[in-house]
């Protein structure tokens, strides 16, 4: 069923690479067609050229208007095979080394939160902060049955990282993939964090929050090298339900990347996970059709890299 289905899929997009073609084709016939019409029945034009040959001049430019409109509207109907958005996943979800991190800033307070995970967040390492559901689970389980003092009194913390998370945990986790990719080609150079309304007056306790555990995690030899540096690139906070404040936030974020720290658009990734859908949509639209690269960490704590790309169709793709 597939591979009948796939021919017909073939077939379907060879008959519109034959109207596409036929399109141009048509308009020069009734093009020619006309001129000569035009030419046969001038004063100026000295021809003996008889009826005949005008019927079917005449003929000719009508049959060349009824194949033009034709392929024309067959076209237009089957657009999507032409203009098609497609979301491209990246392979193997990594964000491939990039050096500049943009991400909005969710308030503290915006997440069901419990004093058992306020607590862990700055004692807990970042590694295990940064897992996803499955991994915290796993890292409890073999918690509980290890004997060595060092796990004790991370049952509680991380049983509760599993069911709720603090409001920054998944900044956390876009950060430490981007840190830990295995793919890495350039340092992480910098965060840019946009704030809202309402995490403007969060920003320097995420930001002590996040160096404390990266230089935790350089002693620890969890990474070797500099720490990013960690700004917040907006003068004055904005509505995260304002699209086109976010776009311009973002993108002003961008130029700051390029401009500041001399790199190009392939070293930066969106972060578009801070807490609104609008500040998703934004992130993608800044990205599409560029080189930058958007993520999302997903509700079970696993961090997603997308390329956002407007294909011109799939015509003359096997």
Not at 251 to 266: F, L, M, S
Request: glycine share 6%; net charge neutral; proline share 4%.
């Amino acid at each position: 069923m597939s591979g009948h289905t796939k021919s017909t899929g073939r077939g379907k997009q060879f008959i519109l690479l034959v109207l596409a073609l036929m399109l141009p084709v048509s308009a020069g016939w009734v093009a020619d067609s006309l001129l000569d019409l035009i030419k046969l029945t001038s004063p100026w034009w000295d021809s003996h050229t008889g009826w005949s040959e005008l019927v079917t001049l005449a003929l000719g430019a009508f049959a060349g208007s009824v194949l033009f409109i034709c392929t024309a509207m067959c076209l237009y109907k089957e657009r999507k095979e032409f203009l098609t958005v497609h979301a491209r996943i990246l392979p193997e979800a990594e964000p491939q080394g990039r050096s500049v991190l943009i991400m909005g800033l969710s308030p503290k307070g915006n997440k069901p939160s419990v004093a058992a995970v306020d607590n862990a967040m700055p004692v807990l390492p970042i590694e295990i902060i940064a897992l996803d559901k499955a991994g915290l689970a796993t890292h409890l389980k073999n918690a509980k049955a290890a004997t060595d003092s060092t796990c004790s009194g991370l049952t509680l913390p991380l049983s509760v990282l599993i069911e709720k998370s603090h409001g920054w945990q998944q900044n956390f986790r876009a950060v430490w993939r981007h840190i830990k990719t295995g793919d890495r080609i350039w340092p992480l150079k910098a965060i840019l964090v946009v704030t809202s309304n309402e995490s403007q007056n969060d920003f320097e306790e995420f930001k002590i929050l996040l160096t404390e555990r990266l230089k935790d995690a350089v002693r620890r030899g969890e990474f070797v090298g500099k720490l990013p540096h960690i700004e917040n690139i907006c003068q004055t906070s904005i509505d995260f339900e304002e699209y086109n404040d976010v776009v311009d936030a973002l993108n002003n974020a961008v130029d700051i990347a390029v401009k500041r720290y001399q790199i190009t658009h392939n070293q930066i990734c969106i972060d578009a996970t801070a807490g609104l859908k609008i500040f998703s949509i934004a992130a993608a639209m800044v990205t599409l059709n560029r080189k930058l690269i958007f993520s999302y960490v997903n509700n079970d704590g696993r961090p997603r890299y997308y390329d956002a790309k407007i294909d011109m169709g799939t015509l003359g793709e096997g």
